[in-house]
Protein backbone atom coordinates (compact mmCIF):
# COMPACT_ATOMS: atom_id res chain seq x y z
CA UNK A 1 0.00 0.00 0.00
CA UNK A 2 1.12 3.90 0.13
CA UNK A 3 2.34 3.73 3.42
CA UNK A 4 4.36 0.77 2.86
CA UNK A 5 5.62 2.34 -0.46
CA UNK A 6 6.61 5.61 1.80
CA UNK A 7 8.19 3.43 4.38
CA UNK A 8 10.15 1.71 1.54
CA UNK A 9 11.77 5.11 -0.06
CA UNK A 10 12.46 6.13 3.45
CA UNK A 11 14.45 2.88 3.88
CA UNK A 12 16.03 3.46 0.59
CA UNK A 13 17.69 7.18 1.02
CA UNK A 14 18.59 6.14 4.52
CA UNK A 15 20.72 3.45 3.41
CA UNK A 16 21.93 5.69 0.64
CA UNK A 17 23.73 7.59 3.22
CA UNK A 18 25.04 4.67 5.32
CA UNK A 19 26.35 3.35 1.89
CA UNK A 20 27.86 6.69 1.10
CA UNK A 21 29.79 6.19 4.47
CA UNK A 22 30.79 2.73 3.53
CA UNK A 23 28.41 0.72 5.84
CA UNK A 24 26.28 -2.44 4.94
CA UNK A 25 22.83 -1.28 6.47
CA UNK A 26 21.09 -0.61 3.28
CA UNK A 27 22.22 -4.44 1.85
CA UNK A 28 21.31 -6.33 4.99
CA UNK A 29 17.88 -4.43 5.49
CA UNK A 30 16.79 -5.31 2.12
CA UNK A 31 17.64 -8.55 2.63
CA UNK A 32 15.79 -9.24 5.82
CA UNK A 33 12.75 -7.43 4.23
CA UNK A 34 12.96 -9.04 1.27
CA UNK A 35 13.28 -12.75 1.57
CA UNK A 36 11.05 -12.73 5.03
CA UNK A 37 13.79 -13.54 7.17
CA UNK A 38 14.64 -16.67 5.69
CA UNK A 39 17.73 -15.58 3.78
CA UNK A 40 21.40 -15.93 5.56
CA UNK A 41 22.42 -13.59 8.71
CA UNK A 42 25.51 -11.64 9.29
CA UNK A 43 27.42 -14.31 9.75
CA UNK A 44 26.66 -16.25 6.95
CA UNK A 45 24.43 -18.91 8.80
CA UNK A 46 20.96 -20.24 7.68
CA UNK A 47 18.33 -18.08 9.19
CA UNK A 48 15.18 -19.73 10.57
CA UNK A 49 12.29 -19.87 8.65
CA UNK A 50 8.96 -18.87 9.90
CA UNK A 51 7.09 -20.44 12.57
CA UNK A 52 4.76 -23.35 11.20
CA UNK A 53 1.32 -22.84 11.49
CA UNK A 54 -0.19 -24.51 14.52
CA UNK A 55 -2.00 -27.79 13.83
CA UNK A 56 -5.35 -28.22 13.92
CA UNK A 57 -5.67 -30.21 17.18
CA UNK A 58 -3.20 -27.72 19.12
CA UNK A 59 -5.30 -26.39 21.84
CA UNK A 60 -2.76 -23.56 22.04
CA UNK A 61 -4.36 -22.51 18.34
CA UNK A 62 -5.55 -19.13 18.06
CA UNK A 63 -9.51 -18.90 17.24
CA UNK A 64 -10.23 -15.02 18.23
CA UNK A 65 -10.73 -12.42 15.74
CA UNK A 66 -11.05 -8.59 15.82
CA UNK A 67 -14.39 -8.62 13.29
CA UNK A 68 -17.35 -7.08 15.07
CA UNK A 69 -21.13 -8.19 14.58
CA UNK A 70 -23.62 -5.61 13.01
CA UNK A 71 -26.77 -6.50 15.48
CA UNK A 72 -29.90 -7.19 12.91
CA UNK A 73 -32.49 -5.82 15.55
CA UNK A 74 -32.79 -4.70 19.29
CA UNK A 75 -36.21 -5.01 21.13
CA UNK A 76 -36.32 -3.49 24.21
CA UNK A 77 -37.30 -5.18 27.38
CA UNK A 78 -38.01 -3.95 30.86
CA UNK A 79 -35.72 -6.44 32.91
CA UNK A 80 -32.26 -7.84 32.81
CA UNK A 81 -32.99 -11.15 30.66
CA UNK A 82 -32.41 -14.72 32.70
CA UNK A 83 -33.40 -17.64 29.78
CA UNK A 84 -34.27 -17.44 26.34
CA UNK A 85 -36.10 -20.16 24.33
CA UNK A 86 -37.00 -20.51 20.28
CA UNK A 87 -39.06 -22.24 18.37
CA UNK A 88 -39.63 -22.24 14.95
CA UNK A 89 -39.71 -18.32 14.05
CA UNK A 90 -40.34 -16.93 17.59
CA UNK A 91 -37.96 -16.18 20.53
CA UNK A 92 -39.24 -16.72 24.56
CA UNK A 93 -37.70 -14.00 26.82
CA UNK A 94 -37.93 -14.33 30.18
CA UNK A 95 -37.14 -12.23 33.23
CA UNK A 96 -37.70 -12.92 36.97
CA UNK A 97 -40.89 -11.47 36.37
CA UNK A 98 -42.31 -11.60 32.84
CA UNK A 99 -42.02 -13.40 29.58
CA UNK A 100 -42.36 -11.70 26.13
CA UNK A 101 -42.10 -13.18 22.69
CA UNK A 102 -40.60 -11.32 19.57
CA UNK A 103 -40.97 -12.95 15.47
CA UNK A 104 -37.85 -13.50 13.96
CA UNK A 105 -37.71 -10.05 12.55
CA UNK A 106 -37.96 -8.23 16.08
CA UNK A 107 -41.20 -7.45 16.25
CA UNK A 108 -43.31 -8.09 19.45
CA UNK A 109 -45.78 -10.90 19.55
CA UNK A 110 -47.02 -10.46 23.25
CA UNK A 111 -46.11 -9.60 26.04
CA UNK A 112 -45.19 -8.54 29.12
CA UNK A 113 -46.85 -11.50 30.51
CA UNK A 114 -46.44 -11.24 34.47
CA UNK A 115 -44.45 -14.83 35.30
CA UNK A 116 -42.56 -14.12 38.59
CA UNK A 117 -40.07 -16.90 38.70
CA UNK A 118 -39.16 -19.06 41.77
CA UNK A 119 -36.28 -16.84 42.94
CA UNK A 120 -34.54 -19.90 45.09
CA UNK A 121 -33.94 -21.71 41.85
CA UNK A 122 -31.32 -19.28 41.45
CA UNK A 123 -32.55 -18.10 37.62
CA UNK A 124 -29.30 -16.21 38.26
CA UNK A 125 -27.54 -19.12 39.79
CA UNK A 126 -28.64 -22.20 38.88
CA UNK A 127 -31.98 -22.77 38.07
CA UNK A 128 -33.82 -22.54 34.43
CA UNK A 129 -37.36 -20.76 34.62
CA UNK A 130 -39.44 -22.22 31.16
CA UNK A 131 -38.75 -24.71 28.28
CA UNK A 132 -40.80 -24.65 25.08
CA UNK A 133 -42.24 -27.37 22.71
CA UNK A 134 -45.08 -28.32 20.94
CA UNK A 135 -46.38 -24.83 20.17
CA UNK A 136 -46.53 -24.24 24.05
CA UNK A 137 -44.03 -22.86 27.09
CA UNK A 138 -43.80 -24.29 30.51
CA UNK A 139 -42.64 -22.47 33.38
CA UNK A 140 -43.34 -22.71 37.12
CA UNK A 141 -44.10 -19.22 38.72
CA UNK A 142 -45.21 -18.21 41.97
CA UNK A 143 -48.62 -17.40 43.21
CA UNK A 144 -51.09 -17.10 45.78
CA UNK A 145 -50.60 -14.92 49.35
CA UNK A 146 -46.85 -14.10 49.26
CA UNK A 147 -45.80 -16.32 46.68
CA UNK A 148 -45.37 -19.12 48.67
CA UNK A 149 -47.42 -22.16 46.56
CA UNK A 150 -45.75 -22.36 42.77
CA UNK A 151 -47.48 -24.09 39.69
CA UNK A 152 -46.81 -25.14 36.43
CA UNK A 153 -47.81 -23.09 33.80
CA UNK A 154 -48.65 -23.64 29.91
CA UNK A 155 -48.77 -20.61 27.81
CA UNK A 156 -49.61 -20.87 24.26
CA UNK A 157 -47.04 -19.67 22.21
CA UNK A 158 -48.93 -17.84 19.34
CA UNK A 159 -51.19 -15.77 21.56
CA UNK A 160 -49.70 -15.40 25.20
CA UNK A 161 -53.03 -16.92 26.50
CA UNK A 162 -53.16 -19.23 29.44
CA UNK A 163 -54.03 -22.89 28.95
CA UNK A 164 -53.31 -23.88 32.15
CA UNK A 165 -51.28 -24.38 35.34
CA UNK A 166 -50.87 -27.19 37.97
CA UNK A 167 -49.99 -27.05 41.23
CA UNK A 168 -46.42 -28.75 41.85
CA UNK A 169 -46.45 -32.21 43.37
CA UNK A 170 -44.78 -31.17 46.72
CA UNK A 171 -46.01 -27.96 48.86
CA UNK A 172 -42.45 -27.21 50.44
CA UNK A 173 -40.46 -26.97 46.72
CA UNK A 174 -37.80 -25.07 46.14
CA UNK A 175 -34.61 -24.47 43.92
CA UNK A 176 -37.03 -25.46 41.27
CA UNK A 177 -35.76 -26.04 37.41
CA UNK A 178 -38.27 -27.29 34.80
CA UNK A 179 -35.51 -29.09 32.89
CA UNK A 180 -36.62 -29.88 29.11
CA UNK A 181 -38.64 -31.97 27.34
CA UNK A 182 -38.66 -36.05 26.54
CA UNK A 183 -41.40 -37.79 24.56
CA UNK A 184 -43.49 -35.08 24.90
CA UNK A 185 -43.60 -34.68 28.83
CA UNK A 186 -42.25 -32.12 30.82
CA UNK A 187 -39.44 -32.73 33.21
CA UNK A 188 -39.20 -30.72 36.70
CA UNK A 189 -36.74 -31.03 39.43
CA UNK A 190 -35.99 -29.34 42.81
CA UNK A 191 -35.85 -30.52 46.68
CA UNK A 192 -38.74 -31.29 48.49
CA UNK A 193 -40.19 -32.72 52.04
CA UNK A 194 -42.54 -35.40 52.36
CA UNK A 195 -43.97 -36.41 55.90
CA UNK A 196 -45.90 -39.62 56.06
CA UNK A 197 -46.55 -42.88 58.03
CA UNK A 198 -44.56 -46.27 57.75
CA UNK A 199 -46.36 -48.98 59.10
CA UNK A 200 -42.60 -49.97 59.94
CA UNK A 201 -40.90 -47.15 60.86
CA UNK A 202 -43.97 -45.03 62.00
CA UNK A 203 -44.25 -41.21 61.43
CA UNK A 204 -40.93 -39.91 58.79
CA UNK A 205 -39.72 -37.50 56.71
CA UNK A 206 -38.29 -37.93 53.47
CA UNK A 207 -36.54 -35.21 51.83
CA UNK A 208 -33.95 -34.46 48.94
CA UNK A 209 -34.08 -33.90 45.61
CA UNK A 210 -37.69 -35.07 43.53
CA UNK A 211 -38.09 -35.75 39.04
CA UNK A 212 -41.40 -34.53 38.58
CA UNK A 213 -43.11 -35.78 35.19
CA UNK A 214 -46.48 -34.47 33.46
CA UNK A 215 -48.08 -35.09 30.43
CA UNK A 216 -49.48 -31.68 29.19
CA UNK A 217 -52.00 -33.25 27.55
CA UNK A 218 -53.94 -35.06 30.20
CA UNK A 219 -52.00 -33.09 33.09
CA UNK A 220 -51.30 -35.83 35.06
CA UNK A 221 -47.96 -37.16 35.77
CA UNK A 222 -45.36 -39.04 38.43
CA UNK A 223 -43.25 -38.00 41.11
CA UNK A 224 -40.31 -39.80 42.86
CA UNK A 225 -37.78 -38.37 45.79
CA UNK A 226 -34.38 -39.84 45.20
CA UNK A 227 -32.70 -40.18 48.35
CA UNK A 228 -29.65 -41.83 49.21
CA UNK A 229 -29.11 -44.55 52.22
CA UNK A 230 -25.23 -43.24 52.54
CA UNK A 231 -25.53 -39.33 51.76
CA UNK A 232 -27.11 -37.60 54.54
CA UNK A 233 -27.83 -34.31 52.84
CA UNK A 234 -27.99 -35.15 48.77
CA UNK A 235 -27.70 -32.94 46.34
CA UNK A 236 -28.84 -33.68 42.54
CA UNK A 237 -29.58 -32.61 39.05
CA UNK A 238 -31.89 -34.02 36.00
CA UNK A 239 -30.81 -34.16 32.81
CA UNK A 240 -33.16 -34.84 30.23
CA UNK A 241 -31.22 -36.27 26.74
CA UNK A 242 -32.64 -35.37 23.33
CA UNK A 243 -34.30 -39.24 23.08
CA UNK A 244 -34.70 -42.27 24.56
CA UNK A 245 -36.12 -43.36 27.73
CA UNK A 246 -33.82 -43.06 30.51
CA UNK A 247 -33.04 -39.58 31.80
CA UNK A 248 -29.44 -38.89 33.39
CA UNK A 249 -28.85 -38.11 37.40
CA UNK A 250 -26.23 -36.40 38.55
CA UNK A 251 -25.52 -35.97 42.76
CA UNK A 252 -23.62 -35.44 45.27
CA UNK A 253 -22.82 -34.74 48.71
CA UNK A 254 -23.31 -30.49 49.59
CA UNK A 255 -19.35 -30.63 50.32
CA UNK A 256 -18.66 -31.88 46.89
CA UNK A 257 -18.02 -35.26 48.06
CA UNK A 258 -20.13 -38.89 46.86
CA UNK A 259 -20.34 -37.65 43.55
CA UNK A 260 -22.65 -40.30 41.99
CA UNK A 261 -24.49 -40.83 38.74
CA UNK A 262 -27.55 -42.94 37.76
CA UNK A 263 -30.09 -43.63 34.86
CA UNK A 264 -33.87 -43.32 35.89
CA UNK A 265 -35.70 -45.25 33.49
CA UNK A 266 -39.38 -42.96 32.63
CA UNK A 267 -41.00 -46.76 31.98
CA UNK A 268 -40.39 -48.19 35.56
CA UNK A 269 -39.85 -44.90 37.29
CA UNK A 270 -36.88 -46.92 38.77
CA UNK A 271 -32.79 -46.42 38.84
CA UNK A 272 -31.44 -48.92 35.61
CA UNK A 273 -27.58 -48.59 37.20
CA UNK A 274 -26.41 -45.65 39.79
CA UNK A 275 -22.30 -45.68 39.94
CA UNK A 276 -19.69 -43.40 41.21
CA UNK A 277 -18.49 -40.42 38.99
CA UNK A 278 -15.70 -41.09 36.90
CA UNK A 279 -13.04 -38.80 37.71
CA UNK A 280 -14.78 -37.91 41.36
CA UNK A 281 -12.92 -40.17 43.71
CA UNK A 282 -9.67 -37.92 43.30
CA UNK A 283 -11.22 -34.72 45.21
CA UNK A 284 -13.66 -36.36 47.44
CA UNK A 285 -14.81 -34.33 50.47
CA UNK A 286 -12.42 -31.42 49.22
CA UNK A 287 -12.57 -27.67 47.77
CA UNK A 288 -11.76 -29.30 44.46
CA UNK A 289 -14.65 -31.16 44.20
CA UNK A 290 -16.76 -28.53 44.20
CA UNK A 291 -15.17 -27.32 41.74
CA UNK A 292 -15.57 -29.94 39.86
CA UNK A 293 -17.94 -30.79 37.07
CA UNK A 294 -20.00 -28.99 34.74
CA UNK A 295 -21.65 -24.91 35.27
CA UNK A 296 -24.87 -26.27 34.05
CA UNK A 297 -26.58 -22.83 31.81
CA UNK A 298 -29.00 -25.95 30.23
CA UNK A 299 -29.43 -29.50 31.11
CA UNK A 300 -31.68 -30.75 27.89
CA UNK A 301 -30.97 -32.51 24.44
CA UNK A 302 -28.30 -31.49 22.81
CA UNK A 303 -26.31 -30.01 26.47
CA UNK A 304 -26.08 -33.69 27.73
CA UNK A 305 -26.23 -36.16 25.46
CA UNK A 306 -24.67 -36.72 21.56
CA UNK A 307 -25.43 -39.95 19.21
CA UNK A 308 -27.40 -41.84 22.16
CA UNK A 309 -24.98 -41.36 24.71
CA UNK A 310 -24.66 -39.50 28.32
CA UNK A 311 -22.27 -36.49 28.03
CA UNK A 312 -20.98 -36.15 32.06
CA UNK A 313 -18.21 -33.48 33.05
CA UNK A 314 -16.13 -33.84 35.89
CA UNK A 315 -12.35 -33.89 35.76
CA UNK A 316 -13.13 -34.33 32.34
CA UNK A 317 -15.92 -34.77 29.76
CA UNK A 318 -16.90 -38.50 29.44
CA UNK A 319 -19.35 -40.10 27.12
CA UNK A 320 -21.59 -42.62 29.30
CA UNK A 321 -23.96 -45.70 27.80
CA UNK A 322 -27.18 -44.78 29.12
CA UNK A 323 -28.24 -49.16 29.12
CA UNK A 324 -25.09 -49.81 31.28
CA UNK A 325 -23.27 -46.78 32.95
CA UNK A 326 -19.72 -47.43 31.19
CA UNK A 327 -17.74 -44.57 30.38
CA UNK A 328 -17.34 -45.27 26.18
CA UNK A 329 -14.41 -42.32 25.93
CA UNK A 330 -13.02 -39.82 28.06
CA UNK A 331 -11.65 -36.39 26.65
CA UNK A 332 -8.33 -34.75 27.16
CA UNK A 333 -7.68 -34.00 30.96
CA UNK A 334 -8.60 -30.64 30.93
CA UNK A 335 -10.83 -28.57 33.38
CA UNK A 336 -14.02 -28.34 30.82
CA UNK A 337 -17.07 -26.49 32.06
CA UNK A 338 -19.61 -26.44 29.37
CA UNK A 339 -20.62 -28.81 26.49
CA UNK A 340 -23.20 -28.88 23.66
CA UNK A 341 -23.60 -31.27 20.68
CA UNK A 342 -24.02 -30.11 17.10
CA UNK A 343 -27.86 -30.52 15.52
CA UNK A 344 -26.89 -33.79 14.31
CA UNK A 345 -25.54 -35.12 17.56
CA UNK A 346 -22.15 -36.24 15.65
CA UNK A 347 -19.94 -33.58 17.04
CA UNK A 348 -19.08 -32.42 20.86
CA UNK A 349 -17.93 -28.88 21.35
CA UNK A 350 -16.63 -28.13 24.62
CA UNK A 351 -14.48 -25.72 26.53
CA UNK A 352 -12.30 -24.89 29.54
CA UNK A 353 -11.67 -21.69 31.47
CA UNK A 354 -7.56 -21.87 31.73
CA UNK A 355 -8.23 -18.88 34.46
CA UNK A 356 -6.29 -18.17 36.39
CA UNK A 357 -3.06 -19.82 34.65
CA UNK A 358 -4.09 -17.34 31.85
CA UNK A 359 -7.33 -15.53 30.38
CA UNK A 360 -7.85 -18.33 27.92
CA UNK A 361 -11.05 -20.65 27.24
CA UNK A 362 -9.61 -23.22 25.27
CA UNK A 363 -12.27 -25.14 22.92
CA UNK A 364 -12.57 -28.57 21.83
CA UNK A 365 -14.43 -30.24 19.04
CA UNK A 366 -14.75 -33.67 19.60
CA UNK A 367 -16.38 -36.67 17.80
CA UNK A 368 -19.04 -38.07 19.31
CA UNK A 369 -18.75 -41.87 18.89
CA UNK A 370 -14.71 -42.19 19.62
CA UNK A 371 -14.22 -38.66 21.59
CA UNK A 372 -11.50 -38.16 18.85
CA UNK A 373 -10.33 -34.16 19.23
CA UNK A 374 -11.42 -33.22 15.31
CA UNK A 375 -10.00 -29.23 15.83
CA UNK A 376 -8.88 -27.36 19.14
CA UNK A 377 -8.11 -23.72 19.78
CA UNK A 378 -7.93 -20.91 22.47
CA UNK A 379 -9.79 -17.37 22.55
CA UNK A 380 -8.00 -14.91 24.35
CA UNK A 381 -10.08 -12.74 26.70
CA UNK A 382 -7.81 -10.46 28.06
CA UNK A 383 -9.10 -7.93 24.59
CA UNK A 384 -12.48 -8.99 25.47
CA UNK A 385 -12.02 -6.94 29.02
CA UNK A 386 -11.47 -10.26 31.06
CA UNK A 387 -13.47 -13.08 31.19
CA UNK A 388 -16.03 -15.42 33.22
CA UNK A 389 -17.55 -18.49 33.22
CA UNK A 390 -17.94 -19.94 29.41
CA UNK A 391 -21.18 -21.41 27.55
CA UNK A 392 -21.64 -22.79 24.15
CA UNK A 393 -24.27 -22.67 21.79
CA UNK A 394 -24.41 -24.63 17.97
CA UNK A 395 -26.24 -24.05 15.15
CA UNK A 396 -26.21 -23.44 11.95
CA UNK A 397 -22.53 -24.78 11.23
CA UNK A 398 -21.81 -21.87 14.07
CA UNK A 399 -20.16 -22.55 17.72
CA UNK A 400 -21.23 -19.58 19.72
CA UNK A 401 -18.79 -19.18 22.59
CA UNK A 402 -20.22 -16.81 25.27
CA UNK A 403 -18.06 -15.70 28.59
CA UNK A 404 -17.96 -12.59 30.73
CA UNK A 405 -21.00 -10.57 28.39
CA UNK A 406 -18.36 -11.14 25.05
CA UNK A 407 -20.05 -13.51 22.50
CA UNK A 408 -17.88 -15.22 19.76
CA UNK A 409 -18.82 -17.11 16.30
CA UNK A 410 -16.91 -19.37 15.43
CA UNK A 411 -16.63 -21.91 12.46
CA UNK A 412 -17.87 -25.52 13.15
CA UNK A 413 -15.53 -27.03 10.68
CA UNK A 414 -12.07 -25.73 12.43
CA UNK A 415 -13.39 -23.52 15.06
CA UNK A 416 -11.70 -20.17 13.74
CA UNK A 417 -13.68 -17.10 15.00
CA UNK A 418 -15.68 -15.47 12.22
CA UNK A 419 -16.92 -12.55 14.50
CA UNK A 420 -17.21 -11.25 17.91
CA UNK A 421 -19.78 -8.79 20.00
CA UNK A 422 -19.94 -8.00 23.06
CA UNK A 423 -23.64 -8.40 25.17
CA UNK A 424 -24.92 -6.78 28.71
CA UNK A 425 -22.15 -6.04 30.94
CA UNK A 426 -25.16 -6.82 33.39
CA UNK A 427 -24.04 -10.75 33.09
CA UNK A 428 -20.28 -9.88 35.00
CA UNK A 429 -18.88 -13.43 35.30
CA UNK A 430 -21.79 -15.39 36.02
CA UNK A 431 -23.29 -17.95 33.67
CA UNK A 432 -24.82 -16.48 31.00
CA UNK A 433 -28.46 -18.67 30.02
CA UNK A 434 -30.17 -15.36 27.87
CA UNK A 435 -28.69 -16.56 24.56
CA UNK A 436 -30.34 -19.42 22.25
CA UNK A 437 -29.05 -20.12 18.65
CA UNK A 438 -31.07 -21.59 15.52
CA UNK A 439 -32.78 -20.43 12.54
CA UNK A 440 -29.47 -18.70 11.07
CA UNK A 441 -29.84 -16.73 14.38
CA UNK A 442 -28.04 -15.93 17.64
CA UNK A 443 -30.21 -14.50 20.22
CA UNK A 444 -28.48 -12.36 23.58
CA UNK A 445 -29.16 -10.00 26.11
CA UNK A 446 -27.92 -6.90 24.78
CA UNK A 447 -27.35 -3.27 26.36
CA UNK A 448 -30.49 -1.99 24.79
CA UNK A 449 -32.52 -5.11 25.00
CA UNK A 450 -32.68 -8.64 23.20
CA UNK A 451 -30.30 -8.31 20.50
CA UNK A 452 -30.34 -10.63 17.30
CA UNK A 453 -27.16 -11.52 15.22
CA UNK A 454 -26.95 -13.58 12.07
CA UNK A 455 -24.70 -16.10 12.11
CA UNK A 456 -22.44 -14.89 9.49
CA UNK A 457 -21.86 -11.40 11.19
CA UNK A 458 -23.84 -9.11 8.81
Known sequence: GPGRRRLLLLGLTGGAVALAGGGTGLGLWLAGDGD??????????????????????DPERPLGTRVTAKPLWTAPVSEPLVQLLREGDTVVALSTKNMWAFDGAGRRKWGPLAHPADLSTGAYGGGLVATVGGGTVYGVMR???GGLSQVLRAVRLDTGAEAWTVPLPYGTSNQVSVVGMLGGRVYVDGTASRSGVDP?????????????????????????????????YPQGQLLVPSSGTGLFWASRQTDGSAQKIAALDVRTRKLLWEQPSPGAEGASGTYDALLQGR???????????????????????????P???????????????????????????????????????????????TGAVRWAGSVDTLEAGGGGLPVLQSADDTVYLSSGGHLW??????GRARWTYRLSTSVGSGV??????????????????????????R
Not at 303 to 314: D, K, M, N, P, Q
Not at 327 to 340: D, G
Request: overall charge positive.
Open 409 to 414: ALDAKD
Open 432 to 457: LRALRAGGGKVYGMGTKGLVALSASG
Open 200 to 232: KKGFSIVSGPFVWSLDPATRKGWQVILTDPEVK
Open 295 to 321: HTPWRDGPFVSAGGLFLHVSDRLHAID
Open 143 to 145: QGA
Open 36 to 57: GGTGPTADGKPRAGKRPAPALT
Open 323 to 369: ANGNVVWSSPEVPLKTVVASPDGKTVFAAASMAPASLAIRVYALDAR
